[in-house]
DNA sequence: CATGAATGAGAGTTCATTCAT
DNA sequence: CATGAATGAACTCTCATTCAT
């Protein structure tokens, strides 16, 4: 009755990345081969060469479905005065972000030393430095620095960890993103 | 000259050990080939294979620098009462075996998806899971899990990231722990 | 409005052999592939094959703009009487030939390994023994042998190798002609 | 009877050398794949690896039978005075350097396009760029150059061109060294 | 005329591992 | 204790080529 009459057109690429993200996701990047995903996708390893150029382009692709969103949030901190309550909404909107990302994230997490050595890993590391950078402004204490890296740690590792336990994911969300309020709360209140 | 006779027993095995961990920090588990590491010890490969077993093999003898401490700890935590002075003993007493160990403790962490295939990994895992347990005896709210997880992550992730910034380590460790103290406290003295 | 009304007839596959022909002889025939011939040109590599049937045609166009002039030249030896008279014309002539081909000479001369396989270079080398034995007829001895070969090196290869010097390019030529001639006319004359 | 008891120690490196040098003949450098080598040697691929870094590390270990011996003759022109006695007697050794390793030369000269983008190529053009001057010197003009590079082309290609002839091969080297003499010789001597 | 998508074959290279000495 | 030599399996990547549209 017309549905997707010949959508044919090209969604290999997308396919190709959504399968690469399963694999890397159970398998680690580096013990992902380009053979298993291809042989998992039909395809052969030079199809995905035709979409891809590298290996680690692949990654790339996957990485900034991230990245791009993050980077946005980290411009819109930097456009904000340092006060408390920006620090608090940029925890807010990162989670947000996590929020339906999970597996992208996880890899990331999960793969950092194989990143290193490749791009992706560098602009990882920028946007960490950015992010630190931001939420330090103001207040160069001891103890406000390891409330923030608390509370940023709260809410990227809660996401991980809590994703494959039972329960409500908002609700999940909602309870982790309250105990890093309060943690960084304290600080930034504290001035 | 009666110092050290004959202490030499076997030298070599744990300067392999030394030199692999530098190495494992620096470029990876996967990344880094045992070529790399003999190469850099001035042996053959082959001398690396009459000391371990596998490359496998060469990871587990570091890893098991902190495996074992930590599973003597989680012991003694199974032991004791689940009252929330165990809990806040637990995350002192982890602090503690993390300092001086960190570049292992890094490796594990940034490692984890290489280690996924490996038993080391099912190990770490179970330790986790142990770990979890324990903390979350006699309260299974989510806040409380959060709150427990969240006082982990402090103490866990604060230790590596804080290492490569300048500061007293030992003040540095103190004023993470107080953080991660102060999370779980609430929750602890809730009940 | 006359001028030039459709003569476009295959624009493309004279491109196509230009660029190739430039490729080939700054990476050599082997190393250039056909996706860099495509891409410098601005279209699929799919389109090479609408206007030739593999790489080896390409190359074999390109050779065929010195194979056939030369052939004829060797046609023309072969119906003349072999008088030492008959053997300058041929050298004269084969000069001729090279002057403005350069490139292409240099092509067959540089990629003759990767040529042997193809039936481009059995034609090549046909040529060349149907050259010698025109050149040594009526005189068999060592000494003229060689100087034919010398004389042929001389024009041959001295078009290639002072391509690149500064100075007219006429006067090279006719310089390298005259002592081309002299090696060869003590043996023809010398009969 | 004692013969060769065990001399197993490792004549491997020089038997892949060998077996390379007979295939990069037969079907040229980039033509013949480290498999090929591999299989008619009755070796893996990555026994191979063990005794050259790269395909590469192979042609330049051929290549360097004939690198060293003509770089020393090279060195030794450059300490003497640029008379045409020296000029003479470059020729006279270049043409000995020549016999016995024509096959390197060979393998040499067919695979240019190749070697262009080895560093083996720059050291090649080196040598011939140092060559040319030692036989400029004292002479700059258009005539002299040109029966420099034909004096060359003859005892250099003369020896390849010649080498599968029938024919006494000293007797043809000779021939060959005569004719080149004698078009250098008329430069020289014209001074 | 030309493209987008894909393929099969193979390349060079690296790795962890083994074993006789 | 340690080495030199070798292997088998796998890897990432590139290439010339095909074909439906």
Redesign the interface.
Known sequence: MGSTPHTRRSDTRERIQRTALDL?VA?????TSLREIAEQLGVTKAALYYHFKTKEDILRAISDQVGGPVDELIDWGEAQPPTPETKRELLCRYSEKLRGAVPVFR?L??????L??LDIGGRLRERVTRLSRLMRAGDEG??AQ??F??AL??VH??AL??DDVM?DPE??RL??L???L??LGTAAAGR
């Open positions: 890397f398998r680690g990047y580096e013990k890899i997490q999960e793969n950092q030393a194989s290193r050595a001891l103890d390891v409330r890296s608390s740690f709260t590792f809660g960890a809590l329960g609700e999940k309870a982790t309250a105990v890093a309060e943690v």
